[in-house]
């Protein structure tokens, strides 16, 4: 079987490793691809975005199968365009991938389902919005509606700074996707990732992993995209995780289902562990991202299997095998690292030389997938984004995957790059 793989993270560095490891695969293509998925199968250059050039590209490979890893190419309605042209496609359609491309389309949904999340109110107005604000307690929670490359979060300490904040929103400080705003009730808890295959109708449940979010040690500091993950998250117990199926991903994929807007692919659920339970924060509609890397890493089984019945139906009845096919009672308990330019998530430098990362694969239980690197012309790597490696590994215990993945990310030589030292630190913490 052919793949072709659309994006170029860590996310799909790793979806690609795990992919081309299946007994069913033959060649994982890769568009746009990193020099880590080079190693992998062939990359096309062709942007994420791009839907036209992906399309043609589609139509020249003919893959068996076509995963897409972002978000921004299902929010333009990738998935929907390609399974017209006869296409199977890991990847919900544009309407269903609004669970994450609106935020207040998503709430709506849960509140129709029934699924426990945080009060909220819409907006687009300032007035009424700032009398909402007046009927919550601080800290304030302000959303920007649309995509804003998880910037558009918004919490506000004092009533002062929430009403600067909803003007600034409100006048476009994220395009046109802060012209509509969601204000919501602050929850209290620790936060967690649950990923979900599904069909629309039956459902795999993988490990609930947990990110780290802020950029420095302890969780200071500005947010991220990520700065590290392990799975499985301990504060997801059976019973949390039970919860979470019964009510939250059970309602809202029945509910989307009966709306006429299945939603296949994968479901991203980042809840918060309160004293009432399981509430949803956020959904998204692809793997997180680095929360991907440690369960690619910590799988045993093959997903494939998994992921082609979601994208061609049919998965209903056959969790029990699939699951098997997975080996999720194998699954070995994993870390990722995050290494990024110094300055991130501020302004940072490109294109400085990375040294080491061959050896640090080379370490036992240890993988590093490639983020935002390139290749000079005389075959040195080079950073040239944010978040450019994701030094991963598994062990027996968490304990082992976290020391590992450290062995591996001193073994890298970046004087241009700086990690957090604390990945696990809450699961740590616990054992
Ligand atoms: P989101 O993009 O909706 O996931 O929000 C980004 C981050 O803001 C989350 O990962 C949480 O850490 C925090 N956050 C968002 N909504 C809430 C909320 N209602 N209560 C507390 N923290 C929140
Ligand atoms: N790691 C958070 C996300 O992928 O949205």
Known sequence: MNILLIGSGGREHALAWKMAQSPLVDVVHCAPGNPGMDDIGPCFDVPVDDVDGLVKLALQIEPDLIVIGPEAPLALGLSDILRARGFDVFGPSQQAAQLEASKAFSKARMVKYGVPTAAYGEFTDAAPAKEFLRSMTAPYVLKADGLAAGKGVVIAATLEEADAEIDEMLSGKFGSASATLVIEEFMHGEEASVFVITDGEGAIYLPA???????????????????????????????????????????????????????????????????????????????????????????????????????????????????????????????????????????????????????????????????????????????????????????????????????????????????????????LGQS
């Open 209 to 427: 992993a947990q990110d780290h979010k802020r950029v420095g040690d302890g969780d200071t500091g500005p947010n991220t995209g990520g700065m590290g993950a392990y799975a499985p998250a301990p504060v997801v117990s059976k019973d949390i995780m039970a919860r979470v199926k019964r009510e939250i991903a059970e309602p809202m994929l029945k509910g989307m289902a009966k709306d006429g807007m299945p939603y296949q692919g994968v479901l991203y659920i980042g809840i918060m562990v309160t004293p009432e339970g399981p509430k949803v924060v956020e959904f998204n509609a692809r793997f997180g991202d680095p929360e991907c890397q440690v369960l690619m890493k910590g799988l045993q089984g093959d997903i494939v299997p998994a992921i082609l019945i979601a994208a061609t139906g049919g998965l209903k009845g056959n969790e029990k095998d699939l699951e098997r096919l997975l080996e999720l009672d194998r699954f070995q308990p994993s870390a990722t690292v995050v290494l990024a330019a110094k300055g991130y998530p501020g302004s940072y430098e490109k294109g400085t030389p990375i040294k080491g990362v061959k050896e640090a694969g080379a370490i036992d239980g240890v993988t590093v997938f490639h983020a935002g690197t390139d290749v000079a012309a005389d075959g040195v790597l080079l950073a040239k984004g944010g978040r450019v490696l994701n030094v991963t590994a598994s062990g027996k215990t968490l304990r082992e995957a976290v020391d590992r993945a450290y062995a591996g990310v001193d073994a890298i030589d970046w004087p241009e790059g700086f990690c957090r030292r604390d990945i696990g630190w809450r699961a």
